[in-house]
């Protein structure tokens, strides 16, 4: 952020579990490593989490009392709802239709405010094969005018959704030549 006014360099970390089990994004132990090491070079000790795995991570933050921790508490992630009915409203015979559409709204204004935060950020940690990481880091960095530095737990960037995109350098798919972001 900027010198000379109240905010304080600030590192932004995206972990969202929406697809968990697919890409194992649910679990910040996986991205400590790299949080440490970019406070570390960068001389950051607030940390913004933007995530909706719930109380399983904001738990997890207590065991980094160097770092000092800014979320919104938000509802873990509804694996019992499918994407389809946010999407498309295919609320016919839903008795909680109203229940989903609003969930789904919910969910949507929250990650619009998770990226608008993160976009704030000195520096990022997160995974390109999500749209709000890299949203974040694109609008931060026009924003400052210059790229901002950051680490993807991933792809080296997704321009599409379920293509491709190349080779994955970290993480659980490390040297995959074929991931669908």
Same mark, same amino acid.
């Given at each position: ?18 697809? #968990? /089990? ?7 132990? %996986?991205? *400590?490593?790299?949080?440490?090491? &970019?406070?570390? +070079? ?60 609003? #969930? /789904? ?7 619009? %405010?998770? *990226?608008?935060?993160?976009?704030? &950020?000195?520096? +990022? ?57």
């Amino acid at each position: 952020m900027r010198s000379g006014h109240i905010f304080h360099h600030v590192l932004g970390v995206c972990i969202l579990s929406w697809l #968990r /089990g697919i890409f194992s994004c649910g679990n910040n132990q %996986v991205y *400590m490593p790299w949080v440490r090491r &970019a406070a570390l +070079l960068y001389d950051i000790r607030h940390v913004f989490l933007a995530t909706d795995g719930g109380d399983e991570i904001y738990e997890q933050t207590k065991a980094y009392p160097g770092l000092r921790w800014h979320f919104l508490r938000q509802e873990s992630a509804f694996e019992d709802v499918m994407i389809d009915s946010l999407v498309f409203h295919d609320t016919a015979g839903n008795p909680d239709a109203k229940s989903v559409e609003d #969930r /789904g709204f919910r969910l949507g204004v929250d990650a619009m %405010v998770d *990226m608008l935060l993160l976009s704030h &950020a000195n520096v +990022l940690v997160g995974k390109f094969s999500s749209n709000v990481f890299r949203a974040a880091l694109e609008v931060g960095s026009a924003r400052a005018g210059e790229l901002k530095p950051y680490v993807s737990l991933d792809a080296t960037w997704c321009w599409d959704f379920g293509v491709n995109s190349g080779h994955i350098l970290r993480g659980p798919y490390k040297g995959y030549a074929d991931f669908p972001c």
